[in-house]
């Protein structure tokens, strides 16, 4: 997207934590500028000393708004929210934002930091690990959290289109991109009627499926 001045998105492709930055971008319909960071090729470009002067743990995402950076998706959506009108991924009571962090936490906090890159290549290069019991392991602790979130939108209440009524929330910002995550590895997901209804759904919309891995411009064959 063309950029609005200040703000940019250091962003890789495949990564879930950088496509839930780009949904909540898109739902909020703000441009900005893509600066991709390759986390694999030449040992993983967050690697080196520029990219680690604008994030110091050397992970995507980093925003860039003006003068301020900062790291960590989560932080990044709300963030988003709280700063630029338009859509709102927190909504609510005290109740209901309270269940929409904490469901996006069950992944951002307890799944995704289990399965992402720099674990599988510490498995792998570290422990000796196999590639089939690293699928393994991101298949249990995936299939754990996919548990728990089935039995929190089946028990909140009627079900809605997404994860908390009809609206997408930060909830449906964090799970979207876990399923790619998921779908990526082979993960069963056939268990979890609810969570494909609102993978069904939010999928369709335009927002996430500008923000789609194979849709950005650093994707293979982009």
């Not at 609005?4 to 909540?24: F, N, Q």
């Not at 289990?114 to 674990?119: D, E, G, K, P, Q």
């Not at 609206?167 to 399923?179: G, K, N, R, S």
Request: aromatic share 8%; charged share 20%.
């Amino acid at each position: 997207m063309t950029a609005e001045p200040g703000l940019i998105l250091y962003d890789y492709w495949r990564s879930t934590a950088a496509y839930r930055v780009r949904i909540a971008l898109h739902l909020k319909g703000l441009p900005f500028e893509q600066r991709p960071v390759h986390l694999v090729r030449d040992g993983g470009e967050q690697h080196s000393a520029a990219y680690r002067e604008v994030n110091p743990q050397r992970l995507v995402p980093a925003l860039v708004d003006g003068d301020l950076v900062l790291s960590q998706s989560l932080a990044i959506c709300e963030y988003l929210d709280e700063r630029y009108p338009g859509h709102t991924l927190v909504s609510g009571d005290a109740a209901q934002k309270a269940a929409i962090r904490a469901l996006s936490q069950v992944i951002a906090c307890d799944v995704h930091p289990l399965n992402n890159l720099r674990v599988q290549q510490y498995l792998r290069r570290e422990l000796s690990v196999s590639d089939g019991q690293a699928v393994d392991w991101m298949h249990h602790w995936m299939a754990l959290g996919f548990e728990a979130i089935e039995r929190i939108l089946e028990s909140h209440g009627p079900a809605g289109a997404c994860c908390f009524g009809d609206q997408p929330t930060l909830a449906d910002v964090v799970l979207i991109p876990q399923l790619y995550n998921a779908d990526r590895f082979d993960c069963d997901l056939r268990p979890y009627r609810r969570i494909n209804q609102v993978a069904d759904h939010c999928r369709g919309l335009s927002a996430f499926r500008a923000a789609a891995p194979e849709n950005q411009p650093d994707a293979p064959g982009s």
